[in-house]
Structures are given as structure tokens and as C-alpha cells.
């Protein structure tokens, strides 16, 4: 592709400096932002390449009329100033966060004697909002702890040292309930309110460790003080956070004020889960769907997302467990990759969530847009098998025999991902003597494709052999006296550990177990496998009858088969009548068998 002039005298003024790029159209609307550690080198590179790994970024680097950037001190700064232009110009060809609900928070209200409610609304009122919560059950199970532990009010009075001074309000029904303790008439002291929210802070943040401490100070303090009731009163309270933290711990409780992420993606999307861990208890979790639109690889995606969830939940944990390196640099902030203990398992936790996420959210494709659904597994497929074209038409074969009989194959046929079960073909070996599943394969696969060829019929993209390296390669060397093999991928399925063997190569390729392309092949494996068992036992069930058959005097395995082709089975013929044998056969022989079925009682 040609680089127009002007795009070129661009590329030459760009800087080596750290920054953010932004690519417009000939309308001047904004198609794309980027980050760059080098402007000149990172900019230049769209225009460097003779081929593009993916349409889309062929398509926008045509589009590309106008490109403007700013420079910036650090590649962290790049990296939040991308960050923000992107949330607030969402430009066509950028990665899109699929996200648009409304989550609630956990608001400390600035008044006096503060209420401690959910709220959907953020004003700048100078209130403490804590949140956001994508589990409102987590939200709901707090709120009902500090219910539990601290009396607070929920009317929306102005309870001033003035109002309250001249007797403005009267204690409401929450009050008889035990649920306030009446601050609006002046029964409890403003100190002992404000400590109580103190203490609501530590559990919000998920420092129960911490309070649990401090009340069990106050608790010794006021047990040596001979004040009994208010030990026994925290002593209560201690037990409350107690059972709720043994409850909501999942590691040790020696993990404090961790960030965990996690991602996995398929062709369309990016899901990151996050986790928030404090004292060993997941205080905050949420799963960010990110859609793609120019291929961008894992690294890329969980960069994005840390920088965007770190933002959105005000995080300041210096320690995040992630996957793998998500090549950024954030000030204070140490990424660790953990192998194993209870680190790990926080990770794996993680790991879960998002797949569980992803799987939820095709699921829903598959039920609104089955289409669509379709063509990412296809898609998932192409991918992990490195093919060229999009396999939409997959043929499976696979071999059938017991000790040597009735040796039988067949074939499967999927397209766009489902059975096309008009298109299956059942295969009797004819060349082959014994059990000999290469010369077999070689037969049958022969068979099909030389006819394919013959006719002028589309061959499928994708060929799977079912069986190891043997199998696989009667296969390709069929394939290569056709002149197909390059034309068509050809990949054999061992059944054991689920390892795909690609002609030529030596070592298997382990498909993630998870994935959905393993399921599709596993899928065209076994529907081969049964299509070609039930036609093998259809085999030994006509050879067993026409045998049962021809035991008659005077009956060949031509009449057998005439016989079995008219009334279906062996059973049917024993108690058909003489008039319904005649129709078929002589009536020496309609005799024969009749007799044969109907002897003469003794």
C-alpha cells in the first residue's frame, strides 16, 4: 500500500519521545488512539509493512487522512492519558470496555451523626463513597453487618446542636426497635457515634483484622475497669466479626491489601477479573468484558484493564498478582507472578471467575446470535490450528473392527460448526484383508476425496483423522498423490491425552482443555467414532442374520439378502405365512423356510 505525501512529511516531524498518537479520518474523525514508548518508531511501523496480520488494521491504516499526538514525560503517562481519551472519545478502532451498568456504592454521608446506606448516585458533597460493588449480595451482606454491630440512623433529619437543642424531633419507631439509639434528642453522645463510624470504615475497607484487635483492647481495658456490660458488649461484637470473617476468608488472613488479575479472551473479547483481597477475605471482584478490534494480544488487554480498574475502585495496593507480565511500570506498585500457595490459588480463584464469565457471556450469544456464536468458535479453531482460511467445512474420519470383521470407516461432516449429517458417508473396506486401520485410512480416504475431485466438489478445509501419527500419516501420503496436501490442513487426534499431531512434526500440540475449538474437535471425534461403530454393528447384524439364513437348505446369500432387503429382519421372515414368503421367493423355497421356522410338533 501506497503512503500518500502528506503522511509521509507527518511520520517525518514525529519525535522519539514517549506519547500518545491519534489517527483521523479525511472527515477529521478521531479512528484511533495509541500509547508509544517512541513516537517516530511506533507511528512509522503502520506504515512500514507490506502485509498486515488482520484486516482491520489494513482498513484503518487506508483510512488514516490526518495524525496528531502529544508528548508526554514518561510511557506511564502515555499509558493513562491513552487510557482516559479513549473512555472519553471511544474511537472506532480502539478496544471498547463492555461495560455500561451502574453499580452501587457504599456512601458515609457528610452530616452530622452520618448515615451509612447504598446509593447508585455519586454527588460532591464531600461524602465518603466506597465501592464501586459489582456484587450487590457482598454490598448487602456488609450493610447487614454493621446493622448488626452498631445502632445508626436512617432518617434524613438535620440533627444541628440547634435543632436538636429546641426539641424538633421525636424518637421514630426505629428507636423502640433497638435500631437508633436516638441522636435526634440528644441519647447518644456525638463522640461515641463518630467512633462507631470509625469502626464501620475498618470493615468496609476490609480491615476487620485490625478492628477485631482494637475491640479486643477496649474489651481487656473495660473487663479490668469493672465495666462488665460494655466487655460483654464487645465481646459480642467480637464474635459477630469474627464468624463474619471466617465466613468471607478464602486465603490466610496475613494477605492484606492485595490486587489479583486475571484474563482470558477468544477471538472477539477480553475478560479481566479482578479481586480485591483484604486480610484474606475478597472485599471487591469484578469482570471487565473488553471487545477487540485490531487483534490485541493478552499483554495488551490486561494493561488496559489494570490501569482502568485500578482508577475505578481507587486502588492504592502496592502488590498485584497477575498472570503473567503486563509490561507496565506503575509507581509504588510491585506485579508479582506467583507459582504457588495461597497466592496462587488467589490467582487460579481468579482465573475461574473470568472463564466462568466468559462462558456465561457465549452462552448468551449462542442464544441471542447463534450465528455469531458459530464463527468464534470457527475463528478459535483457526487459531490454534494456524490455519489460512476459516475451517467452516471440517471432515473427521475414523475406522471400525472387531478382531478383523466387517472392517467398516466413515465420515463426518460439520459445517459452520454443526453436524451436516445429509453429507455423512459410511465406507465398507473392500481392499484391505484383516485389521489393518492404516491401509484402511489410505482406502477410504482415497476413496472420498479422489470422488470430491472427480465431481468438482468444494473440498473442506479441514481433514481430522482419527488416531495417532500412524493413521495420520496413510492420510498424507493420499493427500500428496492427490495433490491436495497444503490445500487442505490435515490433523490426526490421539485419544489418550487429547494431543493433535500435524503432519511432519514429531512432538503433539497440547489445545488448552478449556477451549473451545478442543470441544469442537472432540465433538467431530466422537460423532465419527459413533457413525462409524453403528454402522459396524449394522454389518455384524445383517451378517449374522443372512447367516441364520442360509443355515436353509436351498438358501443363498443372494436370497438372504433379498429376503432381509423385503421384510427387514430375520424375525419378520420366521413368522411370515407362506402367502407373504411367495411373494418374494419360489414356492419351493417359500416352502423350505417355512417349514424351517414352523415345525411339525412332535
Not at 159 to 167: C, D, M, P, R, T
Not at 444 to 472: C, F, N, T
Request: net charge positive.
Amino acid at each position: 500500500m501506497e503512503t500518500p505525501e502528506h503522511i509521509k512529511d507527518s511520520l517525518r516531524r514525529l519525535p522519539n519521545n514517549p506519547g500518545v498518537y491519534q489517527y483521523y479520518d479525511k472527515d477529521g474523525s478521531l479512528l484511533y488512539v495509541g500509547k508509544a514508548k517512541d513516537l517516530s518508531k511506533r507511528v512509522s511501523s503502520y506504515f512500514n509493512k507490506n502485509r498486515y496480520e488482520n484486516g482491520k488494521t489494513r482498513l484503518l491504516v487506508k483510512k488514516i487522512h490526518d495524525i496528531k499526538y502529544i508528548v508526554v514525560d514518561t510511557e506511564l503517562d502515555a499509558l493513562l492519558l491513552e487510557n482516559s481519551l479513549i473512555k472519553k472519545h471511544q474511537p472506532r478502532y480502539n478496544i471498547q470496555l463492555k461495560d455500561d451498568k451502574t453499580y452501587p456504592w457504599i456512601v458515609i454521608k457528610k452530616e452530622r451523626f452520618p448515615r451509612v446506606y447504598p446509593t447508585r448516585n455519586l454527588i460532591k458533597d464531600g461524602s465518603e463513597y466506597y465501592g464501586p460493588y459489582a456484587s450487590v449480595k457482598m454490598m448487602r451482606a456488609l450493610l447487614s453487618l454493621i446493622k448488626q454491630l452498631y445502632p445508626l440512623r436512617n432518617c434524613s433529619y438535620v440533627l444541628s446542636q440547634e435543632n436538636i437543642k429546641a426539641g424538633k424531633f421525636r424518637v421514630c419507631l426505629e428507636y423502640h426497635l433497638g435500631n437508633c439509639l436516638g441522636p435526634c434528642v440528644a441519647k447518644m453522645e456525638e463522640d461515641i457515634y463518630n467512633t462507631n463510624i470509625q469502626s464501620i470504615r475498618q470493615i468496609i475497607k476490609g480491615n476487620i483484622s485490625d478492628l477485631i484487635k482494637e475491640l479486643k483492647e477496649h474489651m481487656r481495658s473495660a473487663s479490668e475497669n469493672y465495666q462488665f456490660e460494655n466487655a460483654h458488649e464487645l465481646k459480642t461484637k467480637i464474635d459477630v466479626l469474627q464468624s463474619f470473617q471466617a465466613k468471607s476468608t478464602v486465603v490466610n488472613p496475613s494477605i492484606h491489601n492485595v490486587d489479583v488479575f486475571s484474563i482470558c479472551s477468544d477471538t472477539g473479547s477480553g475478560y479481566v477479573n479482578y479481586l480485591k483481597v483484604n486480610s484474606g477475605a475478597i472485599v471487591q471482584s469484578h469482570t471487565l468484558e473488553i471487545k477487540k478490534k485490531l487483534e490485541e494480544t493478552d499483554e495488551e488487554l490486561l494493561a488496559f484493564a489494570i490501569i482502568e480498574l485500578r482508577e475505578r475502585y481507587n486502588s492504592l495496593s502496592s502488590e498485584t498478582l497477575v498472570p503473567f507480565d503486563p509490561g507496565i511500570e506503575l509507581p509504588g506498585v510491585l506485579f508479582q507472578i506467583p507459582q504457588r500457595g495461597d497466592k496462587h490459588k488467589l490467582l487460579e480463584l481468579s482465573d475461574r471467575n473470568a472463564h466462568y464469565y466468559m462462558r456465561d457471556k457465549q452462552k448468551q450469544t449462542e442464544a441471542t446470535d447463534p450465528e455469531e456464536n458459530q464463527k468464534r468458535i470457527l475463528q478459535t479453531l483457526q487459531k490454534d490450528l494456524y490455519m489460512k482460511d476459516l475451517p467452516v467445512h471440517i471432515e473427521c474420519f475414523d475406522n471400525s473392527n472387531i478382531q478383523g470383521s466387517n472392517p467398516a470407516s466413515a465420515c463426518v461432516v460439520f459445517k459452520n460448526a454443526k453436524p451436516s449429517k445429509n453429507d455423512y458417508r459410511k465406507f465398507n473396506i473392500k481392499t484391505v484383508q484383516g485389521p489393518n486401520d492404516f491401509a484402511s485410512m489410505e482406502e477410504v480416504v482415497h476413496r472420498r476425496y479422489s470422488r470430491l475431485i472427480e465431481e468438482g466438489a468444494e473440498l473442506p478445509q479441514l481433514v481430522i483423522i482419527d488416531g495417532g501419527k500412524g493413521q495420520l500419516s496413510s492420510a498424507v501420503s493420499i493427500f500428496e498423490k492427490l495433490g491436495i496436501r497444503g490445500k487442505v490442513t490435515l490433523i490426526g487426534i490421539a485419544k489418550r491425552l487429547e494431543e493433535i499431531y500435524f503432519p511432519g512434526d514429531t512432538l503433539p500440540v497440547y489445545i488448552d482443555k478449556k477451549s473451545e475449538s478442543l470441544r469442537l474437535i472432540q465433538q467431530l471425534r466422537n460423532e465419527a467414532h459413533r457413525f462409524s461403530l453403528g454402522h459396524h454393528r449394522d454389518r455384524r447384524s445383517k451378517d449374522a442374520l443372512k447367516t441364520m439364513l442360509t443355515e436353509i437348505d436351498g438358501v443363498g446369500q443372494k436370497t438372504a439378502e433379498e429376503l432381509i432387503r423385503t421384510f427387514g429382519s430375520t424375525d419378520v421372515v420366521s413368522k411370515a405365512s407362506m402367502e407373504e414368503l411367495e411373494k418374494s421367493i419360489s414356492k419351493k423355497l417359500a416352502v423350505k423356510i417355512w417349514n424351517h421356522f414352523n415345525p411339525p410338533m412332535p
